[in-house]
């Protein structure tokens, strides 16, 4: 009988260090291509602000430095939500290759909708805020993804904070508010910066150690894809908050 014990304890313990070490081994994957897709947005924005032919297919500038949108501007600028909705919709139909180009076309168009914000903030304050969003981003994921506490509760009020941002900013287009661009902008680093808790620990639990290797690099690009958002959409609010204009 003793020895029987002795071996479902040596197998749990074996089981716990296999799950460990694969949940590890996610969760890296996750890290792994939401940093690569940060990347090649950077380097999209980058191009598109600094090389002159690149930049004329997608903004027209004006004299006063206002930047306005050119027809492939708007595809830009449009076509990630529809990629997101994609990817949300037809991932269990995709091989993991579809997945992951679907992901890499999304972030490289991203950066095209990023580049404006090289053209009116100096690029000091850019690296500035992007350091103190990386900082930040790695402290809520890190809390989201040690946590014991059930952040779940707080799902519902995140998204529909989330939908209310969305249309107070489509208001105050016609409204061109200063206060109301400020404090929606503090109102979106809250709402992203829970997201960022919540969305790390429910990747986290998405986890499955019976998972195929398609199956997890699915699970891994749809994580990437979800934290990727909560980066930018930080990232963009604070650049509004504490960013020096040109």
């Given at each position: 009988?003793?020895?029987?014990?002795?071996?479902?304890?040596?197998?749990?313990?074996t089981s716990d260090v296999a799950i460990?070490?694969?949940?590890?081994?996610?969760?890296?994957?996750?890290?792994?291509?939401?940093?690569?897709?940060?990347?090649?947005?950077?380097?999209?924005?980058?191009?598109?602000?600094?090389?002159?032919?690149?930049?004329?297919?997608?903004?027209?500038?004006?004299?006063?430095?206002?930047?306005?949108?050119?027809?492939?501007?708007?595809?830009?600028?449009?076509?990630?939500?529809?990629?997101?909705?994609?990817?949300?919709?037809?991932?269990?139909?995709?091989?993991?290759?579809?997945?992951?180009?679907?992901?890499?076309v999304f972030a490289a168009l991203m950066?095209?909708?990023?580049?404006?914000?090289?053209?009116?903030?100096?690029?000091?304050?850019?690296?500035?805020?992007?350091?103190?969003?990386?900082?930040?981003?790695?402290?809520?994921?890190?809390?989201?993804?040690?946590?014991?506490?059930?952040?779940?509760?707080?799902?519902?009020?995140?998204?529909?904070?989330?939908?209310?941002?969305?249309?107070?900013?489509?208001?105050?287009?016609?409204?061109?508010?200063?206060?109301?661009?400020?404090?929606?902008?503090?109102?979106?680093?809250?709402?992203?910066?829970?997201l960022t808790a919540y969305d790390t620990?429910?990747?986290?639990?998405?986890?499955?150690?019976?998972?195929?290797?398609?199956?997890?690099?699915?699970?891994?690009?749809?994580?990437?894809?979800?934290?990727?958002?909560?980066?930018?959409?930080?990232?963009?609010?604070?650049?509004?908050?504490?960013?020096?204009?040109?």
């Amino acid at each position: 009988m003793a020895e029987y014990d002795n071996r479902v304890r040596s197998y749990g313990a074996t089981s716990d260090v296999a799950i460990d070490a694969g949940l590890r081994a996610y969760m890296l994957r996750v890290y792994n291509y939401m940093l690569m897709g940060l990347a090649l947005s950077g380097i999209t924005a980058w191009a598109v602000a600094t090389v002159p032919q690149i930049q004329a297919l997608f903004f027209q500038v004006n004299p006063s430095g206002a930047v306005g949108l050119a027809p492939l501007g708007w595809v830009a600028l449009f076509a990630p939500f529809g990629l997101v909705l994609f990817l949300g919709f037809r991932i269990q139909q995709m091989s993991l290759q579809t997945a992951r180009t679907t992901f890499w076309v999304f972030a490289a168009l991203m950066g095209v909708s990023i580049a404006p914000v090289l053209l009116a903030y100096t690029g000091v304050s850019v690296a500035r805020v992007f350091f103190i969003t990386a900082v930040s981003f790695g402290g809520l994921s890190l809390y989201g993804y040690t946590t014991k506490r059930d952040l779940s509760p707080f799902r519902s009020f995140l998204v529909m904070g989330m939908w209310g941002l969305f249309i107070a900013m489509i208001v105050n287009m016609f409204l061109q508010s200063s206060m109301m661009m400020w404090v929606t902008s503090i109102i979106g680093v809250g709402i992203f910066a829970g997201l960022t808790a919540y969305d790390t620990q429910n990747i986290k639990e998405m986890y499955y150690v019976g998972d195929d290797g398609t199956m997890a690099g699915k699970k891994a690009v749809m994580g990437a894809l979800r934290l990727y958002l909560d980066f930018i959409n930080m990232f963009m609010f604070l650049v509004r908050l504490l960013g020096d204009r040109r």
